[in-house]
């Protein structure tokens, strides 16, 4: 576990409140969220996704199976993350699909079922180490 105070860097693997992994896979860079990601875990959430842009040019696919809770904090940082590069989103329930309905952020934001079909849509090929 980090800190609260801790900010990741190149060399460490996610592992927080609100990260339970980060890493590289075959051309694209996985971030798994969970728990409720709000306003004071987001440093959490950048350090992450900054090592994914500093360490791989591929898409960042966030696995959203352990996310309790989001809010507007975590959804304008997908957004932004979007202006650097492709960013997809897999396994997300009803409640972070219907965010991303009622702000439009669907459009931007693609959302898959799992993995695979991400991988799919994304033309990556399909990994036998899945998160």
Known sequence: MMDSGHKLDDSEAAASPAVSYSRP???????????????????????????????????????LRELGFCDSSLLNHLLRTTRQRQVALFGADRNVRRLLEVTGAETVLPLYPDLDAARTALSLPPSPDRP
Do not use: K
Request: glycine share 12%; net charge negative.
């Open 25 to 63: 896979e075959e051309g694209l860079w996985i971030i798994g969220l969970r728990g409720d990601v709000e306003l004071h875990l987001m440093e959490e959430v950048e350090a992450a996704t900054g090592v994914a842009l500093r360490q791989s040019r591929g898409p960042v696919l966030f696995d």
